[in-house]
Nanobody
């Protein structure tokens, strides 16, 4: 079992930045893939970004590519998402997730075993 706790969300004006964190309750094992998803009111949960255990492989949704950066610090069991040039359409609850096994950059929620409770990001125009 692993627990994930997100933090860093908040209210920001369009064009601003935020840094989200996701702390894992235990050391992530070799091969664990971690990802960020988001869910806006009335919409399905959508993929944002994914990173391999080593951090050497990443993948992004087209809607955030060039604006968001995913990273991880294994020594601190922490995943990050740097959000820059925020837009009102980025408003959502942001969730981190993890899965074990070989690096498969799954873009669907069912591909992940553990989820955090989410952190709200609100971007005003």
């Amino acid at each position: 079992q692993v627990q994930l706790v997100e933090s860093g969300g908040g209210l920001v004006q369009a064009g601003g930045s935020l840094r989200l964190s996701c702390a894992a309750s235990r050391r992530t094992f070799s091969g664990d893939t971690m990802a960020w998803f988001r869910q806006a009111p009335g919409k399905e949960r959508e993929f944002v970004a994914v990173i391999s255990w080593s951090g050497g492989s990443t993948s992004y949704a087209d809607s955030v590519k060039g604006r968001f950066t995913i990273s991880r610090e294994r020594a601190k069991n922490t995943l990050y998402l740097q959000l820059n040039s925020l837009k009102p359409e980025d408003t959502a609850v942001y969730y981190c997730a993890t899965r074990s096994g070989p690096y498969i950059p799954s873009r669907v929620p069912i591909g992940y075993d553990y989820w955090g409770q989410g952190t709200q990001v609100t971007v005003s125009s």
